[in-house]
């Protein structure tokens, strides 16, 4: 079956830097998106992956290993208003290409 | 501001009724995304259309239906409806079919619908 996971919830202190890792099985690979959601809000685009490496947007970076299943989302420099849910989201091969979601990891920033 | 929109914002009804949101897609996005989400729950796809044809399908209930008119705006229609039905409902817009692997989807401020 294909499969996102990602942990449930993290804690960070504003200031440092956060890790928030996704594992995926999916049936092909053909691109990795983050999305950011505030609570009642609408997600919000981060950023892609297609290739192995990392992705450097401002205080964000996105990593990807194919051959790993696995990619991750580094935020730099937290901010209180990064507090809100983080979702992996996998594009595979069938089911006409559509996006596998993850269930989005929630991060609560503290002072 | 994704320059995709939402109608309405917020929706109240009760059971056993019918509803239609409306969504309109970014100026030159030929793809329309259905999601729900439910209270703390991930977002689950219901139905994507392109360019006028229903392209996949997710978990969509019988009782649900969407169709996307020749302007490309898309309306999805909720019948029947159920305390279980209570959520957010969003829709996105990408550029072409998704089968880009490049295709982002960008998404519209949701509509919020509450069952009584």
């Known amino acids: 079956g294909q499969n996102i996971d990602q942990p449930t919830e993290m804690t960070a202190t504003e200031g440092a830097i956060v890790q928030i890792n996704c594992t995926y099985q999916t049936s092909g690979f053909n691109g990795l998106f983050w999305y950011q959601q505030h609570a009642g809000e609408a997600p919000t685009f981060l950023s892609y992956?297609?290739l192995d490496g990392l992705e450097e947007k401002g205080r964000f970076s996105s990593f990807l290993s194919r051959s790993k299943g696995y990619s991750y989302l580094l935020l730099k420099e937290l901010q209180m208003k990064d507090s809100a849910s983080y979702l992996c989201?996998?594009?595979?091969?069938?089911?006409?290409?559509?996006?596998?979601w993850g269930a989005g990891t929630k991060l609560i920033i503290k002072p | 501001d994704s320059g995709v929109t939402q109608t309405p914002k917020h929706l109240i009804t009760a059971t056993g009724q019918r509803v239609t949101l409306r969504c309109s897609p970014r100026s030159g996005d030929l793809s329309v995304y259905w999601y729900q989400q439910s209270l703390d729950q991930g977002l689950q796809f219901l139905i994507q259309?392109?360019?006028?044809?229903?392209?996949a399908k997710g978990n969509i209930l019988e009782r649900f239906s969407a169709q996307q008119f020749p302007d490309l705006h898309s309306e999805l229609n909720l019948s029947s409806l159920e305390l279980g039905d209570s959520a957010l409902y969003f829709c996105a817009s990408s550029v072409v079919s998704g089968t880009g692997s490049t295709d982002t989807q960008y998404f519209g401020p949701g509509t919020r619908l509450t069952v009584l």
């Open positions: 992956n297609v």
């Open positions: 989201a996998v594009r595979g091969m069938d089911s006409n290409y559509q996006l596998i």
């Open positions: 259309y392109y360019n006028g044809e229903e392209r």
